[in-house]
């Protein structure tokens, strides 16, 4: 082996473990779905990025080149210095991400381990055995890597998906041995996780509830949750549903079999996937249609979508909404009062006004709350009890948790996930400070062809409720300086990766000031500025 090579090989190994870990984590924060991940590829500036990005196309470039350096041997060695150059600066980048902490790697499950180790083993055999020249064959495997990588998830669907199967069969005959449990289906485009987890903390006062952890909304994650947490004694089962395409939701309604359906608010959320709003609407009303005779339909009244869908139900229906002015709802909020660690309102529940404070913050929060409140009382709960579990509710961990720094500012991590109306409600809840507001955005993705428009009114809201705002990725940048150039107002924006931002917002947040987290990347920067 000439020494040349030697080197190419080195960099080429450093930057092939660095891709496989890269592509491997990117399949698993997209489920595995081949559908999320051409989304991504397609809409997202990172994704484009992979494939035609300018390293990317000058590495095809240099493939295709090849062809004239086999007809002049005097080009050969300019070819492979070139190589070299290219695979020692591929190393010197994977060097500089470990370094900054800034290498996207898996969490190591079994199937992550083992996608790892057959893309390894076959990336390491087909070295050994290269059917061109040595250099450009390397330039080669380097370009078949993601490709190898998704060819793997591929074969490795048929066993996760037999396995799941099995898995989802025995929940199935678990669950028709309870006989006497309630199940509680919550969907939605959002709210649907603060939701569950505020159904399940007021009820557990009183019953023996289960509910689904985490982002487990999937058939097989409620499978697991029955399989493991599910005994004879549980009362209640407070079931999260999530879902990308029309018939998911109903599937998981033929596992649990639910009583009562939450239907929280519906928008943009995963258009891309659903295909249409109208799809999107149709795939969450499979919860409602799934109820019994004897069910219950709670509707979420602050949503356009969830209203109609109110109107259309022909089951027993309730509609909640914490806007003073619904008149139709039977649990309605007023008098509310947000302060900067909790929240005060009033409700009026059949008839009869009772006041409540949590220890919540954004208003949004409210409408997350009052199908809790509901179904307690439905199910016997007095209203001191009621009022006891609501001063005792906690967030899902990223949800708009609270928490002051050193120097008096105030963080607000809600980096959980980012969609329009998390983003808004984290407006609202801003305007209630005094200092400079700081929003550090991951542009939403998944919107569909509406992804633009919905940037575009958000970055107009930002701009005239925030002092400066930080992106985390170059998506939608030219809709979102367009929104803040036509909000009018004074808002600062600025791009740069989580060392860069949380270096800047650390040199000049100061006492009574606000940052908002808005998204995982967002998520990032605040880890660093918590270090």
């Known amino acids: 082996m000439s020494i040349l090579f030697f080197i190419a090989s080195v960099g080429f190994f450093i930057w092939i473990a660095r891709s496989i870990l890269f592509w491997v984590a990117l399949w698993q924060l997209k489920e595995y779905r081949f559908d999320r991940v051409f989304i991504h590829l397609r809409e997202t500036q990172q994704g484009k990025s992979l494939l035609f990005s300018k390293s990317s196309n000058l590495k095809w470039l240099a493939i295709l080149i090849y062809i004239l350096v086999i007809m002049d041997d005097i080009a050969l060695f300019p070819y492979q210095i070139f190589v070299v150059t290219t695979f020692s600066f591929c190393a010197f980048l994977a060097f500089k991400e470990v370094y900054f902490h800034l290498l996207k790697r898996p969490i190591f499950t079994f199937k992550a381990l083992v996608i790892i180790l057959l893309s390894l083993f076959s990336l390491v055999l087909l070295f050994k055995i290269p059917l061109i020249d040595k250099f450009v064959w390397l330039l080669l495997l380097d370009r078949l890597t993601p490709f190898l990588i998704g060819f793997f998830v591929f074969l490795f669907s048929f066993p996760t998906e037999l396995y799941r199967d099995f898995k989802i069969e025995r929940a199935i005959k678990k669950m028709r041995l309870q006989k006497n449990l309630l199940v509680i289906g919550v969907t939605g485009s959002y709210g649907k996780s603060s939701t569950k987890e505020y159904l399940a903390q007021i009820l557990e006062k009183n019953f023996k509830v289960i509910k689904t952890r985490g ?138 006004a009772i006041n409540f404070e949590t220890p919540l913050i954004g208003a949004q929060n409210i409408e997350n709350i009052l199908p809790g409140i509901y179904t307690a009382h439905h199910l016997g709960m007095t209203a001191q009890e009621i009022q006891k579990a609501v001063t005792t509710l906690s967030p899902l961990p990223k949800t708009m948790a609270f928490r002051k720094t050193t120097n008096g500012a105030t963080l607000i991590d809600d ?117």
């Open 215 to 352: 982002t487990n909304n999937t058939p097989i994650g409620i499978a697991n949750i029955i399989l493991s947490d599910l005994k004879k004694s549980t009362e209640i089962f407070v079931v999260e549903m999530g879902a990308y395409k029309k018939g998911e939701i109903a599937q998981m309604c033929q596992i649990v079999h639910p009583k009562i359906g939450v239907l929280a608010g519906i928008n943009d959320q995963h258009l891309s996937l659903f295909g249409s709003l109208k799809n999107t609407i149709e795939a969450k009303y499979e919860l409602i249609e799934s109820l019994p005779k004897n069910g219950l339909a709670l509707f979420n009244g602050n949503n356009v979508h969830t209203q109609r869908l109110y109107r259309k139900a022909k089951k027993a229906k309730v509609l909640y909404s914490s806007i003073p002015r619904e008149r139709k709802a039977e649990i309605s909020a007023s008098n509310i009062r947000v302060k900067k660690a909790s929240l005060l309102f009033d409700i009026l529940l059949k008839g009869k």
């Open 415 to 531: 980096s959980f996930n980012a969609n329009p109306d998390a983003v808004l409600a984290a407006l609202a809840y801003m305007k209630i400070y005094k200092g400079k507001k700081f929003l550090v955005l991951q542009p939403m993705i998944e919107l569909g062809k509406n992804a633009g428009s919905q940037h575009y009114q958000i970055a107009k809201e930002i701009s005239s409720t925030c002092d400066y705002l930080f992106l985390t990725n170059k998506n939608f940048y030219k809709e979102i300086e367009r929104g803040i150039a036509d909000g009018g107002g004074k808002c600062r924006l600025a791009l740069g990766n989580s060392s860069k931002v949380s270096a800047k917002i650390l040199s000049i947040i100061a006492k009574g000031d606000v940052v908002v987290f808005e998204g995982k990347e967002a998520g990032l920067v605040l880890d660093r500025i918590k270090e």
